[in-house]
């Protein structure tokens, strides 16, 4: 007998499909989670990814909670102004801002650019200087560390494109401090997502002390570390794991990070994913020759994981207590990658089931896209 998550299916039964459904109570449980594991470092900061979901709804009660945001363009720097971070809270990385994106992060006085290359110091000095302002920068390193993720979703590799690469970070952070428009004040590092094993983790912490030490002993102050996000949740059993290891996590950074200097955190996915479930119908039961086809009618432009990166998302049907048979799920879209799992067991499907894709809150509705002419699903939530 399959444990499903608990639904208002009433509810949803008279609302159009698809839609994501956001359980707001375990998104406060789970900040509140992070919040107790920090209450011991209180020069420790939360930055929530607003790339995993850039809802409004959600990104004010993430910014009352009291966190700041982690953004990577200038639209996700407004969108985080706008729910109400406030500007010195919020961080902005991205290896290609644009001058129009560092103006809107110089005038809004935002905490600090977390800077890719040297090219872009020199930029963002230069507009900085312009304005008359000082620029706070964070260099952020590749530190060369795999992270046990799917292949697309690494990004502390040298071969990534991200970051400055270790060896040579020393002479970008001289350069720092030599440009009068830049405040160098710390390293930025991010190893990839979606990261269950916390070695990974233990692995980018002894990366840190090493540079810190070697920048400290060449005379190059190193006042804060951010070390990104990353940490993954259990996609295969969110009714067992509703809120992320975030004891394990932080611990590891408790034991492993020299120092005492502020330490900066960015974590999208295990705050925002599994308060979201991606809600569909199923429209046909088809038999194929060798397989039975669930169609539903959300598609890959609704949640492009399983599409993307072959990712796994737990699906149940709310509506049937029927036997458990093997269905490919798959959506509507002209693409034969529209498929959101294979030889799944669901509970004997009909038309107008209604079916969960869960854990859908990060990555799903902020990485939507109109393909096919489909519309952006809507919203709605548990309060
Ligand atoms: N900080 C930086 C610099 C990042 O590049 C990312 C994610 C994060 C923080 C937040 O990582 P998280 O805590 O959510 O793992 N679309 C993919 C994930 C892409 C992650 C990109 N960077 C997916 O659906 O799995």
Request: net charge negative.
């Amino acid at each position: 007998m399959m444990l499903k998550g608990t639904y208002p299916l009433q509810r949803f039964e008279g609302l159009q499909t698809p839609f994501y459904y956001y359980d707001t109570r375990l998104l406060q449980d789970t900040l509140d989670a992070i919040k107790a594991e920090l209450r011991d470092r209180p020069s420790w900061r939360m930055h929530y990814a607003v790339k995993a979901n850039h809802n409004p709804v959600l990104l004010r009660q993430i910014a009352a909670a009291g966190f700041g945001a982690d953004c990577v363009s200038g639209g996700e720097v407004q969108t985080a102004l706008d729910a109400g971070f406030r500007a010195s809270d919020i961080v902005f990385a991205g290896v290609g801002k644009a001058d129009w994106e560092i103006d809107l992060g110089l005038e809004k006085g935002i905490g600090r650019f977390n800077v890719e290359s040297s090219a872009e110091l020199r930029v963002i000095a230069q507009l900085a200087a312009e304005k008359g302002v000082v620029a706070p920068v964070s260099l952020r390193v590749n530190p060369d560390i795999g992270a046990h993720t799917l292949a697309g979703i690494t990004t502390g590799l040298a071969e990534n494109k991200f970051g400055i690469y270790h060896g040579m970070v020393d002479d970008v952070a001289r350069e720092a401090l030599s440009l009068p428009s830049i405040r160098f004040c710390g390293l930025h590092f991010h190893i990839g997502s979606q990261i269950l094993e916390m070695p990974d983790f233990a692995a980018l912490c002894n990366r840190i002390n090493e540079l810190t030490d070697r920048l400290e002993k060449e005379g190059i102050p190193v006042s804060d570390i951010n070390v990104g996000g990353g940490l993954g949740i259990e996609y295969e059993h969110p009714n067992h794991f509703p809120i992320a290891d975030f004891a394990a996590y932080f611990g590891t950074y408790k034991r492993g990070l020299r120092g005492s200097r502020p330490v900066h955190f960015e974590l999208g996915r295990a705050i925002i994913a599994p308060c979201g479930t991606l809600i569909t119908r199923v429209l046909y039961v088809k038999e194929g020759l060798a397989k039975r086809f669930a169609i539903v009618d959300a598609g890959m432009n609704d949640l492009v994981r399983p599409a993307m990166y072959h990712a796994v998302h737990r699906i149940e049907n709310l509506s049937s207590d029927g036997p458990e048979l093997p269905y490919d799920v798959v959506g509507p879209c002209c693409e034969s990658s529209d498929v959101f799992g294979k030889d799944v067991l669901l509970n004997e499907c009909h038309r107008g089931d209604i079916i969960a894709i869960r854990s859908a809150g990060a990555y799903g509705q902020s990485m939507a896209s109109q393909y096919n002419c489909r519309p952006l699903a809507p919203a709605y939530y548990s309060e």
